[in-house]
């Protein structure tokens, strides 16, 4: 209400108004004021009674300028505030409204914690707008298609080193696997998808960008490529195809748009999860992912469009070693030595060939092989030591006064007798 003789009232009641009045002069049927207002007899019926005993203030609701009976105390609202600055802050309202009521069994709805987040400033993340892009539809089965992607990020702000989160998203129903990592490489990579392969099995294809460790940068063959007609393979996707899975490279962060949007929402929310879990290393973040993750993924994962499960076993371990381990072919010499990574390593087996494969697996143990039988060898610490070669010192050219009876001299005495008696002559 107003100030005194005056009502405030909004342009849809100041409507009703008007058309109750036009009822109650019998202008018009109850039936018709019904009709116009969109509400039914019963309810105008209602409304003409209150306008015609209280007269147009009746056409307001009586709630106006009164609390609401489901209004939140001001003590739980101080509470919650109160967390949300001191435990629970930098959460958005949506992840803060989840974690009041799973620790403190404080239930609040998402727009009631905004509304008191601008009231009382208090920073939280927001959504910023994205360019319009096409639509790609999710693949119909699960294990279809999987996106693979590592984000380098401050994950335990500053408590610990900066580390790496290689992760997995199902492109059907979005469940999540993930590991940290110290850097992102090969072996990170052969790691992580081992430990995928192990869980769920082995996906039908792989969407990843072209960084170096996923594709191939250099371009020149060797002679066996151009023969065999071989394509250039980075070791993980040589591994790739040894195990039926089809790569595929996007050209942009914005094709493999559910491994980035996931990363987005893990730098926001695992962050957080795992400053207040205590975590500070890469070993404890994997630990914390290991309980973590199956949660997440009931909540946020769907159902995909098939029911079938496209993931292919492979039960052979040791296969699946061999295949996930960096392959480098190295010279056998004379002597049955074997040079790699600046160390001499002998070979114990007596075989017959010029060159063996050298594989440096994911636990980071070596094994060199020939024709896939594995080789027993040894390290060769202690090497024999050249001599150094003397230096070789600038000649050192002596002043030597010539005698006289040098050729040079005499030659020189002749030339300066003639020119005496050239002068002398008359």
């Given at each position: 209400?107003?100030?005194?003789?005056?009502?405030?009232?909004?342009?849809?009641?100041?409507?009703?108004?008007?058309?109750?009045?036009?009822?109650?002069?019998?202008?018009?049927?109850?039936?018709?004021?019904?009709?116009?207002?969109?509400?039914?007899?019963?309810?105008?019926?209602?409304?003409?009674?209150?306008?015609?005993?209280?007269?147009?203030?009746?056409?307001?609701?009586?709630?106006?300028?009164?609390?609401?009976?489901?209004?939140?105390?001001?003590?739980?609202?101080?509470?919650?505030?109160?967390?949300?600055?001191?435990?629970?802050?930098?959460?958005?309202?949506?992840?803060?409204?989840?974690?009041?009521?799973?620790?403190?069994?404080?239930?609040?709805?998402?727009?009631?914690?905004?509304?008191?987040?601008?009231?009382?400033?208090?920073?939280?993340?927001?959504?910023?707008?994205?360019?319009?892009?096409?639509?790609?539809?999710?693949?119909?089965?699960?294990?279809?298609?999987?996106?693979?992607?590592?984000?380098?990020?401050?994950?335990?702000?500053?408590?610990?080193?900066?580390?790496?989160?290689?992760?997995?998203?199902?492109?059907?129903?979005?469940?999540?696997?993930?590991?940290?990592?110290?850097?992102e490489g090969t072996i990170p990579a052969m790691d992580s998808?081992?430990?995928?392969?192990?869980?769920?099995?082995?996906?039908?294809?792989?969407?990843?960008?072209?960084?170096?460790?996923?594709?191939?940068?250099?371009?020149?063959?060797?002679?066996?490529?151009?023969?065999?007609?071989?394509?250039?393979?980075?070791?993980?996707?040589?591994?790739?195809?040894?195990?039926?899975?089809?790569?595929?490279?996007?050209?942009?962060?914005?094709?493999?748009?559910?491994?980035?949007?996931?990363?987005?929402?893990?730098?926001?929310?695992?962050?957080?999860?795992?400053?207040?879990?205590?975590?500070?290393?890469?070993?404890?973040?994997?630990?914390?992912?290991?309980?973590?993750?199956?949660?997440?993924?009931?909540?946020?994962?769907?159902?995909?469009?098939?029911?079938?499960?496209?993931?292919?076993?492979?039960?052979?371990?040791?296969?699946?070693?061999?295949?996930?381990?960096?392959?480098?072919?190295?010279?056998?010499?004379?002597?049955?030595?074997?040079?790699?990574?600046?160390?001499?390593?002998?070979?114990?087996?007596?075989?017959?060939?010029?060159?063996?494969?050298?594989?440096?697996?994911?636990?980071?143990?070596?094994?060199?092989t020939h024709n896939g039988q594995r080789l027993e060898y040894?390290?060769?610490?202690?090497?024999?030591?050249?001599?150094?070669?003397?230096?070789?010192?600038?000649?050192?050219?002596?002043?030597?006064?010539?005698?006289?009876?040098?050729?040079?001299?005499?030659?020189?005495?002749?030339?300066?007798?003639?020119?005496?008696?050239?002068?002398?002559?008359?």
């Open positions: 209400m107003g100030e005194r003789g005056t009502i405030t009232m909004s342009m849809k009641e100041a409507q009703r108004l008007h058309v109750v009045r036009k009822a109650i002069e019998k202008r018009i049927t109850q039936m018709e004021a019904a009709r116009i207002i969109g509400l039914d007899l019963r309810q105008v019926q209602r409304i003409i009674h209150r306008v015609r005993q209280e007269g147009d203030e009746g056409i307001c609701h009586r709630a106006r300028g009164k609390e609401p009976n489901n209004r939140i105390p001001d003590k739980v609202k101080e509470k919650v505030l109160e967390l949300c600055r001191e435990t629970f802050y930098e959460l958005g309202p949506t992840h803060a409204r989840e974690k009041l009521l799973e620790e403190k069994r404080i239930k609040v709805s998402v727009e009631t914690l905004r509304t008191w987040f601008i009231e009382k400033d208090l920073p939280y993340r927001k959504r910023k707008k994205r360019p319009h892009r096409q639509w790609r539809e999710r693949k119909g089965c699960r294990g279809e298609m999987v996106q693979l992607d590592g984000s380098h990020h401050d994950w335990f702000q500053g408590r610990g080193p900066v580390c790496v989160l290689m992760a997995y998203v199902d492109d059907a129903t979005g469940e999540v696997f993930a590991r940290f990592y110290e850097y998808f081992k430990r995928y392969i192990r869980r769920y099995g082995i996906p039908q294809s792989i969407y990843m960008d072209r960084h170096s460790t996923y594709k191939a940068t250099v371009h020149y063959q060797t002679i066996e490529d151009q023969l065999e007609d071989r394509q250039l393979m980075s070791q993980f996707e040589r591994s790739l195809h040894e195990l039926g899975v089809k790569v595929i490279h996007a050209y942009s962060p914005q094709a493999k748009g559910r491994v980035e949007r996931l990363f987005g929402t893990f730098q926001d929310r695992v962050v957080k999860e795992m400053r207040l879990a205590g975590v500070n290393s890469h070993g404890e973040g994997n630990m914390f992912l290991d309980s973590y993750l199956p949660k997440y993924n009931r909540k946020f994962r769907v159902t995909s469009a098939k029911e079938a499960d496209l993931h292919r076993p492979f039960k052979d371990r040791k296969e699946l070693d061999r295949i996930l381990s960096i392959r480098n072919k190295r010279a056998l010499r004379n002597d049955f030595t074997v040079a790699h990574n600046k160390k001499l390593y002998q070979i114990k087996d007596n075989i017959r060939t010029k060159s063996v494969m050298v594989e440096e697996r994911t636990d980071g143990s070596m094994h060199i040894k390290e060769i610490k202690s090497r024999p030591v050249q001599e150094a070669k003397k230096s070789l010192l600038p000649r050192v050219w002596k002043k030597v006064k010539p005698t006289t009876a040098h050729p040079w001299k005499v030659m020189r005495g002749f030339a300066r007798e003639r020119k005496e008696l050239t002068t002398a002559a008359p």
